[in-house]
């Protein structure tokens, strides 16, 4: 079993920046595929971003490729998300998901484990 945490949320004006944190404990977290979605009110869950296992493959939705940055951190059993020029339509509820897979998914499904999420507001 995995759990994961999240933190970082936060109230910022557009064009500010935050960065989330997922915290890894259980089963080893070095084996595990990240991936960052996130919910506005009334909507569907997105896909935001995904790492691999390795750190060596990210995957980006379109609408936030070149502002939000993945990463993993080994050392801390953590998953990051860099957001940087955050618009308001950018405000939701932001989840990390993992998986054992060695394939990213953009898919809910494609994730076992889940967090409980964090708020980020972006006000304009």
């Known amino acids: 079993q995995v759990q994961l945490v999240e933190s970082g949320g936060g109230v910022v004006q557009a064009g500010g920046s935050l960065r989330l944190s997922c915290a890894a404990s259980g089963r080893a977290f070095e084996s595990l595929a990240v991936g960052w979605f996130r919910q506005a009110p009334g909507k569907d869950r997105d896909f935001v971003a995904a790492?691999?296992?390795?750190?060596?493959?990210?995957d980006y939705a379109d609408s936030v490729r070149g502002r939000f940055a993945i990463s993993r951190d080994r050392a801390t059993n953590t998953g990051y998300l860099q957001m940087n020029d955050l618009k308001p339509e950018d405000t939701a509820v932001y989840y990390c998901?993992?998986?054992?897979?060695?394939?990213?998914?953009?898919?809910?499904?494609?994730?076992?484990?889940w967090g409980q999420g964090t708020q980020v507001t972006v006000s304009s």
């Open positions: 790492i691999n296992w390795a750190g060596t493959t990210t």
């Open positions: 998901g993992g998986d054992y897979s060695l394939a990213l998914s953009r898919r809910e499904d494609g994730y076992e484990y």
